[in-house]
């Protein structure tokens, strides 16, 4: 077996035809040859078989991709900005934006920055200095250079200084407090027209959903502003003296270490409360702050700067609050307080008011049950003293009193005293 050219060019094992082996050859086998596209043992002039259209379209589409991410990756890098980049036109400012810039510019200048120092004793030589105690935040009241603040901030300290948005900085003196409303009034001296005092608000007819602003100097980065809405109206929290304070703000303005004693405004830059407290396990703000209400603090700090304390108003009456309390509904079988006695020649004993009294034969004659003040209900003698803090001394109310089976209305004068 040999091999040689056939007619189509190709090389295909085949013999010699007879007789043509040359002289002196020697047939040797050799593994078949084949051309291209040719399947072994394909006759000569075999077609090649034919790729297919659909074949050629995917290593065409394969093809383009794998292009396309190799220039991406090699040559759509991106050029560095080695120039300081165009300015984009920005445009006006949104509404909301302008009107709490404004906010900003009226209301910041009256609030202060307040430190404190306290005493420390070195135990080596037994001397007495002062150190840095705490920071909080304030407000300013008037032009006399009255502050406000919390009463926790400045509590058991023994000096403060107030550092005004200007930054001056001033030696304060400590004019009165109010813990039971955490509340306390300092005083410095300077000129009055350094002293813009804050615009004032109420706090009765705020309503959930309002927009609120906190400024202060949270952590001692002075002059800080959040903002953020009343969650909710009517809290109680528990007081610095023990006591519980009524009618709390709750927001979620943000309200962190050293805001306490900052103000708390509504939109139109009046202030609404005092931040006194956050609900917080970490310390830091939580989205639950409390502010006491600005309607508390306008009647409590004329007091603080004429008085030094808080002097609540008070009936000329005597009750008790085990036996007031009790008494009228387990005896009589309504709510109330009972009056026990009555002061000689007051005003609520002119205004016909009737005391307890007992017989010669022990029985009791019970004294007219307070029922409500001004037409606010009244169950207990708790209630009878957070509805009187309300008024001041000298206002005259309207109370509605129960007296053998009947209701009557009877106008009383407050007196100034303290009931506790």
């Known amino acids: ?209 309002q927009k609120v602003f906190a400024i202060g100097n949270p952590f001692g980065l002075d002059q800080s502003l959040t903002t953020g809405v009343v969650s909710a109206l009517g809290r109680t929290i528990q007081g610095v003296a023990g006591n519980e304070i009524e009618e709390v703000i709750q927001t979620d303005a943000a309200i962190n270490p050293g805001n306490s004693g900052g103000p708390l405004l509504d939109s139109a830059g009046r202030l609404i409360g005092v931040n006194t407290a956050i609900f917080s396990p970490s310390g830091s703000n939580a989205g639950i702050g409390f502010a006491v209400p600005v309607d508390t603090v306008n009647r409590a700090v004329p007091q603080l700067i004429r008085n030094g304390r808080i002097v609540r108003p008070r009936l000329p009456v005597s009750i008790n609050e085990s036996i007031s309390d009790r008494i009228p509904r387990e005896r009589l079988g309504v709510e109330g307080v009972l009056i026990l006695g009555v002061d000689r020649g007051s005003a609520a004993a002119q205004a016909g008011l009737r005391g307890t009294q007992r017989t010669a034969r022990g029985q009791y004659l019970w004294g007219d049950v307070i029922q409500a003040v001004d037409g606010k209900p009244v169950r207990s003698v708790t209630e009878l003293y957070r509805v009187l803090e309300n008024y001041q001394a000298g206002d005259t109310v309207t109370l509605t009193v129960f007296r053998n089976g009947e209701t009557l209305d009877i106008k009383v004068p407050l007196q100034p005293g303290q009931y506790r």
């Open 1 to 209: 077996m040999s091999t040689y050219p056939d007619d189509f060019g190709d090389f295909t094992a085949r013999p010699y035809p007879p007789g043509t082996l040359p002289a002196g050859a020697v047939a040797t086998a050799y593994p078949p040859v084949y051309g291209p596209g040719y399947p072994p043992g394909s006759p000569p002039g075999y077609p090649p078989p034919r790729v297919r259209p659909l074949t050629l379209l995917l290593v065409l589409i394969f093809g383009l991709l794998a292009g396309f991410a190799l220039y991406r990756f090699v040559f759509d890098r991106g050029s560095p900005a080695v120039d300081p980049r165009p300015i984009t036109p920005r445009g006006d400012l949104a509404a909301d934006e302008k009107s709490t810039i404004d906010l900003f510019r009226k209301a910041s200048p009256s609030v202060v920055f307040i430190t404190t120092r306290g005493r420390a004793m070195d135990f080596t030589t037994r001397n007495v200095f002062e150190v840095p105690q705490g920071a909080g935040s304030g407000f300013i009241w008037d032009n006399a250079g009255h502050v406000v603040t919390n009463y926790h901030v400045i509590r058991e300290a023994t000096s403060a200084q107030v550092t005004l948005n200007e930054h001056s900085t001033f030696d304060a003196e400590l004019v009165g407090v109010a813990p039971e409303y955490d509340l306390a009034v300092l005083r410095i001296k300077t000129e009055a027209s350094r002293l813009p005092p804050i615009a004032i608000g109420t706090s009765h007819d705020l309503q959930v959903g």
